[in-house]
């Protein structure tokens, strides 16, 4: 399923927050569906997914539709990603224009706080 900076099919996978517990509180622990819309590496060449949102939702003001996913413990487990499989992953919220912009898994620019969580992404 990755490769490099290109688009993909529009794969739909199911996203459930977990952490940070305000972000859980606030947007709520349902699955959600999410639309793989690219795939490619991150700045430290880890495979990473572009996920949209299929219904975004907002908390503090931010919304939340674009996000990218890497594993949390297994750099490898995103390539490997199939159907009936779940992969723990880092999530970074994008706004629109970055996640628009050629390189939307260049992260270096984030600095903390608000807007990163983790979660579990399921293909089914």
């Known amino acids: 399923m990755m490769s490099s900076h290109h688009k993909t099919p529009r794969h739909i996978v199911k996203l459930v927050l977990t952490d940070p517990w305000d972000l859980v509180s606030s947007a709520g622990s349902e699955s959600r569906n999410a639309f793989v819309i690219k795939t490619g590496q991150d700045q430290n060449s880890r495979p990473a997914l572009l996920l949209e949102l299929e ?70």
């Open 55 to 124: 219904k975004p939702f907002t908390v503090s003001g931010d919304e939340y539709k674009f996000l990218v996913a890497t594993a949390r413990h297994d750099d490898t487990a995103l390539r490997n990603l199939r159907k009936g499989t779940t992969v723990g992953c880092n999530l970074l919220r994008l706004p629109q224009s970055r996640a628009e912009s050629g390189a939307p898994f260049d992260t270096s620019w984030w600095r903390g706080g608000w807007g990163a969580a983790i979660g579990d992404v399921t293909v089914e």
